[in-house]
C-alpha cells in the first residue's frame, strides 16, 4: 500500500503487509511518546483536526501525535459550531478547509461522511470514526495492542480466540477490528450480545469468508479460553431514546468475579473506551483496575504511537524523522 498522501478511510484498504509496516513504523515512535527525545520532522506542518462528535482520547491523541512530531493542530469540534450546521455541503467543507492544512483526522455522527468529506478534500483525511461504520486507526491500534500483549504471553494473532462483548451492532471499533482480524489466519471469534445489537450480517459473512470460526450468543456462560476479551459500550447515542439504550446498559457487567469465573487467569481486558461507569451500567469494574491483564491504558498509550505512525506514513516522512532529533531539556518520567 502507498501510504503517502493517501486518505485513511477504512481498514478494507489494509493488508498483512501494510499493517505490519504501520506497526514497525509505530516502534520506532516510542522514545518521541515517551519523551525521551523529539523530533521536527513536521515543523510547520498542520493538522485540521475536525471532530464533530464527541470525543476524547482520539482527538486529544490524534494532536498529541501530531504535536509530537513537531506539528500544529487547528481544532474544529462539534457540528453546531461549524457552517455544516447552516447547510454547507460536505464537499464544500472540506474543500475550504483542505486549503487551510496539510493533513485532516475527522470524526463525524454519519456513517459514510468522511468518505464523502474526502471527495473534497485536496489533503489526505484520516477517518477517527464515521457513525456506527468503521474507526480505522481504533482498529489499528486495538490490534497493535492485541499483538504487543499476545507476544508477551508467546502467541500470536494468528489462532487466536477474541470473545467481543456488549453492543457489537452500534460498536464501529468491533467492526473494523473484526475486518481487520479477518487479514489473519484461524481466527476463533465468541460474539456476545443482546440479539438485537448483534454483529451485523456483513460483518459475520467477512468473518465466515475468511475461514474463521465465530458463535454467537446472548450469554457470557460458561468458561471461555480466550485470549482477549474486548468489551464495549452500549452506544446510546445510535439509540432513538435513552429509554432503548436503557434496555441493555449493564446488561453485560465486567468485574474481577466475573472475569474470574468466565475467563482464563491470562485473558487480556480490553476496551476501547470510554466505558460507562455510571451505577447502571458499570461494564467494566474499578475491581479490575489493578489487573495487570487489564489493557486499556496501554490501548490508549499505544495509540499515539500508532496515530504518530499513520501521520509519519501519509506525510512522506517516516524514513527521516530521526534526522530531525533534538534532545529534551526537562524531566521525564519514562
Ligand atoms: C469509541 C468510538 O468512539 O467509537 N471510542 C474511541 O474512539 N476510543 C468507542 C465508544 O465510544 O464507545
Redesign the pocket.
Known sequence: MNFTGSHILSVNQFDREAIEQVFQVADRMLPYAKRQKRTTVLNGAILGNLFFEP?T??RVSFGTAFNLLGGEVRETTGLSNSALAKGESLYDTARVLSGYSDIIAMRHPDAGSVAEFAEGSRIPVING?DGANE?PT?ALLDLYTIQKELHAHGSTIDGMHIAMIGDLKH???VHSLSKLMCLFNNIRFTLISPKELAMPTAIINAIENSGHQYTITEQLAGSLDADICYQ??I?EERFSSQDEANLYRGRFRLNHQVYTKHFQSKTVIMH???RDSRAEANELDNDLNLNPNLAIFRQTDNGVLVRMALFALTLGVENIVSKFDQNVHWHVNS
Do not use: A, E
Open positions: 470525543s482520547r482520539t470514526g474507526h481504533q460498536g464501529r471499533t464495549t459500550r452506544q476501547p473506551l470510554p
